[in-house]
């Protein structure tokens, strides 16, 4: 018997002019692990939410047909009942943490489900354990990276036991390995699994069946193998590429400069003694494991941090895109935020917003864009202020495939203006746009070339 | 120490500031909280410690403009509209400085709350109220939430170029930030429901028990009221 059935399942979100989702119907049975593939904007994340009851309880909007979930009408259940049946990892995890410490974190969706007091620690410690995160029960939230607090948060929805098992981009901020156990820790809990992804390398190897969303209709509900031939046809874009990652090289006459930097946290010692240099004309990928001082690293080279010790020499102007494009939503119409940079140039706004994909948006409000289209924001952003030295943080986060190529195909034509520094844990990405690799981890370069 | 009995004893100093009649008790009161706030670290404790003491001494420049108590005048101003003479007497200026002091003993106290106090242990030691609890935990994370975000934003327009100068500068950042929490409020409002928030039949984790400094905080904040009520 199904443990998941949805059922022609249409929804328009309020005051939204399409439907996110549009005559949807699948059954999920247990155990299995599906990957929910589809570009930024599809409606993965809505049915995910749907899934979970929070589509239309928490949204509103208009619903067409029936969901159920382990026996349950999601539209009779509160999404709150359905807690512990259903557990639910979403998109960014600093968004969904209620409590200042770890464990505390953990043990609050099994007090809400009703877990015996008496089994609450032991299970606290076991999701934690499960996920590689034991050591960080005691530590406050707000001093965990990225990688640590997505890390936490698995760790909250495997506690809770649940049969079926929603994950939106669960990899987002986890380095290769991370992501990979991430997946298999999943696969393990038992449940049936729904993974929301737009790395198809990270999910594809470990599920048992594949959807593909397109404009909120399903266009391949299938066995991994046959949707891998389907992708390979219809989708190219989608079919995992190998990371093919440039060597380690050295730079010809930089424009750039880090001379043994070091630098810390309070305490927390995250670089020591790194040199690094860049060219004009040259895309250097940056890449090591969560925590080893990649960002730390990229924020010397644009200046935003000073180096304890060692030298940062850089000539013209650098631009630095953070992590997170909710820091790019400042004023109120795309246009004018994109033309910050350039002193209210809105003519250069204009033409960096139609670089990126985005003419049309100019008028927008930045908040109103989607996940995806807020990320293209962030890059027109920086883009348009044609700088010397262009630092990308971890600019694929929630970026599909094809997005990926056309970024990929965008800093390559504009390469020979600059020298760009990409920071990522995206390999594929990394191989596909640089013409040398570093590493922060420099007794791993061997391995990763 | 369990941090209910320590909210207790903050509590308990907050009414007897509010209780106290002389401006000396107040001040010590005052002094003490700000000594409690300074086992903080500091970069923590710097956004809490200046709004304790603007906000304090707002009121006391402010207030003896707008009241008109006493008869030894100090200084006599302009004739406006509606407010009429504005004069500072001995009387008022009194009155501000124990006014003052008043506000920053609980600000402090509030500051001593959120700095020094697990707010995670605090919402499950509630016997009662947890939800309240919860929320006042969740809001109290607005402070160094918004300086994060602020922290943020600031970065990002730097990393474009833009520097960030000046009050103007500044106060444009308030309307993004506002927005930003209301964004980061329904998501986590979405992401509790989700986990099962407000469900019948929730169970808590095993409270830690109390020992002879969580007893004795108890009685302190008792007597704390007592005697602002009856002596200071």
């Known amino acids: 018997m199904a443990l998941a059935r949805v059922e022609q399942l249409s929804f328009t979100y309020p005051e ?224 995992p590429r190998e990371a093919v990652l440039p060597a380690p090289g050295s730079a010809q006459e930089p424009s750039c400069r880090l001379d043994r930097v070091a630098f810390a946290y309070g305490d927390a010692r995250v670089l020591e003694g790194f040199s690094l240099e860049l060219a004009r004309g040259e895309i250097v990928a940056l890449v090591g494991p969560n925590g080893s001082g990649k960002t730390t690293l990229a924020k010397l080279a644009s200046g935003l941090l000073e180096p304890s010790a060692g030298s940062v020499t850089c000539s013209g102007r650098a631009c630095y895109l953070s992590q997170d494009p909710g820091r790019y939503l400042v004023r109120e119409r795309a246009e004018d935020e994109v033309a910050l940079a350039v002193g209210g140039d809105l003519a250069r706004a204009r033409e960096a917003l139609r670089g990126v994909g985005l003419a049309g948006f100019e008028a927008r409000h930045p908040r109103d864009l989607s996940s995806g289209e807020r990320e293209r924001l962030a890059l027109a952003a920086v883009l348009v202020a044609a700088p010397d030295l262009l630092v990308l943080d971890e600019p694929t ?43 922060t981890a420099p007794e791993r370069e061997a391995a990763l070339v | 120490m369990s941090p209910a009995p320590a909210a207790a004893l903050l509590a308990g100093l907050v009414a007897a500031a509010l209780l106290a009649d002389r401006t000396i008790s107040v001040a010590a009161i005052a002094a003490l909280l700000l000594l409690v706030c300074l086992r903080a670290p500091a970069p923590r404790r710097r956004l809490y410690l200046i709004g304790a003491l603007f906000s304090g001494l707002g009121v006391f420049v402010i207030s003896p403009f707008l009241a008109t108590i006493g008869s030894d005048v100090l200084w006599t101003g302009p004739t406006l509209p509606v407010l009429g003479t504005i004069d500072v007497t001995r009387e008022e200026l009194h009155v501000a400085l124990f006014q003052g002091l008043r506000l920053t003993a609980v600000t402090l106290a509030f500051a001593a709350y959120a700095l020094l106090l697990d707010h995670d242990r605090l919402v499950q030691a509630a016997g009662f109220a947890r939800r309240s609890v919860l929320t006042i935990a969740l809001a109290t994370r607005l402070v160094p939430t918004l300086e994060r975000d602020a922290a943020g934003l600031v970065e990002a327009l730097r990393g474009r170029g833009v520097e960030v100068t000046g009050v103007r500068g500044r106060a444009r950042l308030v309307s993004p930030l506002l927005a930003g929490s209301l964004e980061r409020a329904l998501n986590l409002a979405e992401a509790m429901e989700a986990r099962g928030y407000g469900r019948p039949g929730a169970t808590r984790s095993p409270k830690p028990s109390w020992g002879g400094r969580e007893r004795l905080a108890l009685v302190l904040g008792a007597l704390a009221v007592v005697v602002g009520a009856l002596w200071l």
């Open chain 1, 16 to 239: 939204a002019e399409h439907p996110a989702l549009d005559d949807v119907s699948l059954e999920l049975e247990p155990g299995e692990v599906v990957a929910l593939l589809g570009p930024s904007g599809c409606g993965k994340s809505t049915l995910l939410r749907a899934l979970a009851g929070l589509v239309p309880h928490f949204h509103g909007g208009r619903f067409a047909g029936r969901v159920e979930v382990g026996g349950h009408d999601t539209r009779r259940t509160r999404p709150a009942d359905l807690a512990g049946t259903v557990a639910t990892l979403f998109q960014d995890p600093e968004d969904q943490v209620v409590f200042t410490r770890v464990a505390a974190e953990v043990a609050f969706g099994l007090e809400n489900v009703g877990a015996p007091p008496a089994r609450i620690g032991a299970r606290v410690a076991q999701g934690l354990t499960a996920v590689g995160a034991a050591h960080l029960a005691e530590r406050r939230v707000a001093e965990l990276s990225g990688g640590e607090l997505q890390r936490v948060c698995l760790a909250s929805v495997l506690a809770l036991e649940p049969q079926l098992l929603l994950l939106d981009e669960p990899t987002s901020q986890l380095d290769p390995e991370g992501a990979e156990e991430a997946i298999e820790l999943a696969r393990a809990a038992g449940a049936a699994v729904v993974v929301s992804e737009q790395r198809p390398d990270r999910v594809l190897g470990a599920c048992d069946r594949v959807l593909f969303l397109e404009r909120g209709r399903i266009v391949l509900d299938a066995p991994r193998d046959e949707a891998l031939g389907w992708l390979a046809r219809h989708r190219p874009a989608w079919v």
């Open chain 1, 397 to 439: 986060r929630g970026v599909d495939p094809e997005r990926k190529d056309e970024l990929a195909a965008l800093l390559h034509a504009q390469a020979s203006t600059r020298a760009t520094l990409v920071v990522t844990n995206d390999l594929v990405f990394a191989g596909a746009v640089a013409d040398r690799c570093v590493s």
